[in-house]
């Protein structure tokens, strides 16, 4: 089974500065994804990045980057240049290998407040 | 290229009353995924098929709870005799196939409140 945890239940930054939202798993499964959300309050969920387990480089997607540390089983997501727009709450998620790829497991989820 | 779409995007059931969630994947897609979020909670698997076909209900209760995936037509979560406690947000998600997975494509998600 996998697991992922969020220990940031809120942050908070300033608008323009870089934030990191903290994400460690627990897997056994030498293949696996990692995934990150954003969830406004309108409630819809946007996939922002993907980082692959075999994957040589850090994930990145415009302000997006993931800071991948396989050792350690991190997966943090970096934003940079805040905006007031990425108020948001923001789910980090894995899937492993197997027979079903999309069956992802979820952390608790990190409320993200940019201030301007 | 329409995302994935679900319907309606708000439900309000009495207590024992059907719910019937509906979900059309993205063209193409014939793998569908449902979650559930609680409120303040993270989504939680429930089942993952495939056309006519059910891969993985892991995560469905035992009870009250059915999923299809027709040859034609939406896949469907149904949830009989709902209670307060069904009350959340259920999402749908689809894929190409199952053999590599870098992104997973959500619909707006079904609110479903039971009063």
């Known amino acids: 089974a996998q697991k992922i945890t969020q220990t940031q239940p809120g942050m908070f930054v300033q608008e323009k500065e870089a934030v990191t939202l903290d994400c460690t798993y627990d897997t056994s499964d030498p293949s696996y994804g990692l995934f990150w959300y954003k969830q406004p309050s309108s409630g819809e969920m946007i996939f922002l990045i993907y980082q692959g387990s075999y994957d040589q480089q850090n994930a990145t997607e415009g302000r997006y980057s993931l800071n991948f540390q396989k050792a350690r089983k991190s997966a943090n997501l970096v934003i940079s240049a805040s905006q007031l727009g990425d108020s948001a709450m923001y789910f980090c998620?894995?899937?492993?290998?197997?027979?079903?790829?999309?069956?992802?497991?979820f952390g608790q989820g990190t409320i993200l407040t940019v201030h301007p | 290229n329409a995302g994935v779409m679900q319907n309606p995007r708000h439900l309000v059931r009495r207590r024992g009353q059907e719910a019937r969630l509906r979900c059309s994947p993205m063209?193409?897609?014939?793998?569908v995924y449902w979650y559930r979020q609680l409120p303040e909670e993270g989504l939680k698997f429930m089942v993952y098929?495939?056309?006519?076909?059910?891969?993985?209900e892991s995560g469905m209760p035992k009870e009250r709870f059915s999923a299809e995936f027709p040859k034609e037509g939406p896949s469907i979560l149904r949830i009989q005799q709902v209670v307060r406690g069904d009350s959340a947000a259920y999402f749908c998600?689809?894929?190409?196939?199952?053999?590599?997975?870098?992104?997973?494509?959500f619909g707006q998600g079904t609110r479903l409140t039971v009063v």
């Open positions: 998600a689809s894929s190409l196939n199952q053999d590599t997975y870098t992104e997973a494509f």
């Open positions: 063209k193409g897609h014939s793998h």
């Open positions: 998620a894995i899937n492993a290998g197997g027979t079903s790829y999309g069956k992802l497991t």
């Open positions: 098929l495939q056309k006519e076909n059910i891969i993985d």
